[in-house]
């Protein structure tokens, strides 16, 4: 079993950045892929970005250069830095921990943070 919590969420203007933090605790966080997907009310939960258990990063084509996602296994925690966010960022964002491979799939993913709230006005 597998405990995350994210934190770090709020209001920013466009243009702003944020950084998210995953708090992870339960089995080894080093083995795990580690993704960030977000969700906004009547769509379906989208993928982000992930960091896989070896440090390679993949992401989303939205991302465009503007999020960066790191790990730090030591203290077992993933953070997902958003600069030059945009109105449409806005959403709630979900940390996921899970390696079955198919990275960008939910169902890829066993265990699921709470979410945090990301809101950016214009």
């Known amino acids: 079993q597998v405990q995350l919590v994210e934190s770090g969420g709020g209001l920013v203007q466009a243009g702003g950045s944020l950084r998210l933090s995953c708090q992870a605790s339960g089995e080894s966080f080093r083995y795990y892929d580690m993704a960030w997907f977000r969700q906004t009310p009547g769509l379906e939960r989208e993928f982000v970005g992930v960091?896989?258990?070896?440090?390679?990063?993949r992401y989303a084509d939205f991302v465009k250069g503007r999020f960066a996602i790191s790990r730090d296994n030591f203290k077992d925690t993933v953070f997902l830095q958003m600069n030059s966010l945009y109105p449409e960022d806005t959403a709630v964002y979900y940390c996921a921990a899970g390696n079955r491979g198919n990275e960008n799939s939910v169902g890829a993913y066993d265990y699921w943070g709470q979410g945090t709230q990301v809101s950016v006005s214009s």
């Open positions: 960091i896989r258990w070896n440090g390679a990063n």
